[in-house]
């Protein structure tokens, strides 16, 4: 039986939505990661590869994939309608019920 995920967690501040491979979400992606490429570098090696929205577009249907398998998701993390982040859970064991964020 395939892993099912929800497409939003709505909190009081923040909103958890699924990345999905739109052009919308890697342009947001993209900005954030070319923004703040200094500082994430040493937490993300894709940021070394990722030069254009296209190379983020990319990572998001590969991570689609993963997600169509039951071995991994993301979600972004918005204050609102801004974009600030993502955050992964993998490791995804259905018979334990466990993740890895």
Not at 16 to 34: N, Q, S, W, Y
Not at 72 to 91: H, P, V
Request: proline share 3%.
């Amino acid at each position: 039986m395939p892993v099912r995920f929800t497409n939003q967690l709505k909190g009081p501040n923040i909103t958890l939505k699924r990345t999905k491979p739109t052009l919308r979400m890697a342009e947001m992606m993209f900005a954030v990661i070319d923004h703040n490429r200094d500082h994430l570098k040493q937490w993300l090696e894709r940021v070394a590869s990722t030069h254009k929205v296209e190379d983020t577009f990319k990572y998001l249907f590969e991570k689609e994939q993963e997600t169509k398998q039951g071995k991994k998701i993301e979600y972004g993390i918005f204050a609102g309608r801004e974009y600030i982040c993502n955050i992964s859970l993998f490791g995804i064991s259905q018979k334990y019920a466990s993740a890895e964020m």
